[in-house]
T-cell receptor
Framework: SAVISQKPSRDICQRGTSLTIQCQVD?????MFWYRQQPGQSLTLIAT?????????ESGFVIDKFPISRPNLTFSTLTVSNMSPEDSSIYLC???????????FGPGTRLLVL | AQKVTQAQTEISVVEKEDVTLDCVYE???????LFWYKQPPSGELVFLIR??????QNEISGRYSWNFQKSTSSFNFTITASQVVDSAVYFC?????????????FGQGTRLTINP
């Protein structure tokens, strides 16, 4: 599998600010995904990052709150906008491999909003 | 709608014991994929196994084994001779081919603690 990395690995932010999380894969991949894992909870898909078009958001997530960019086939960013303490979570990016059936995940970004 | 249930929220065993993590799924699709991931305290999600709906053969990898039974919609995971390094949260997940195989639905996870 390709190597997938995220920046930052963790951050502490003040409410009302925004944070952009970067996800880098060391080879070209067709699709990338962003997930949220709230404290003690499971993972929930936020959106699919499509190269060359707008991201596709899941129910309950909107572009104004979680804008996503996918400028090329190896990179994507997720911005968490106008943050509140409820946004404190681990944010993970992933990509599919093996006929798009198996997803591999980045190391995650731990976000704490005060 | 697809759903994954991991009824065991937390399991605690002593090292060298065998432990089984349960996973029950719901899907209306005939073609689907099941997964197990491990999340150690560091937070990353580590892929363990993928199973296709048309392949019911059980699989063994070292101390890990998986029992897939379509008749009971279960995909259970057994760790034999557990070790402290096995301590982690384990997630079972499902994706349906009809929904785009990349859309994963996760169970709530089972926190496994192996005590020395």
């Amino acid at each position: 599998s390709a190597v997938i990395s995220q920046k930052p690995s963790r951050d502490i932010c003040q409410r009302g600010t925004s944070l952009t999380i970067q996800c880098q894969v060391d080879s070209q991949v067709t699709m990338m995904f962003w997930y949220r894992q709230q404290p003690g909870q499971s993972l929930t898909l936020i959106a699919t990052a499509n190269q060359g078009s707008e991201a596709t958001y899941e129910s309950g997530f909107v572009i104004d709150k979680f804008p996503i960019s996918r400028p090329n086939l190896t990179f994507s960013t997720l911005t968490v906008s106008n943050m509140s303490p409820e946004d404190s979570s681990i944010y993970l990016c992933s990509y599919p491999e093996g006929g798009q059936e198996t997803q591999y995940f980045g190391p995650g970004t731990r976000l704490l909003v005060l | 709608a697809q759903k994954v249930t991991q009824a065991q929220t937390e399991i605690s065993v002593v090292e060298k014991e065998d432990v089984t993590l349960d996973c029950v799924y719901e899907t209306r699709d005939t073609t689907y994929y099941l997964f197990w991931y491990k999340q150690p305290p560091s937070g990353e999600l580590v892929f363990l196994i993928r199973r296709n709906s048309f392949d019911e053969q059980n699989e063994i990898s070292g101390r890990y084994s998986w029992n897939f039974q379509k008749s009971t919609s279960s995909f259970n995971f057994t760790i034999t001779a557990s070790q402290v390094v096995d301590s982690a949260v384990y997630f079972c997940a499902l994706s349906e081919a009809a929904q785009g195989a990349q859309k994963l639905v996760f169970g709530q996870g089972t926190r496994l603690t192996i005590n020395p």
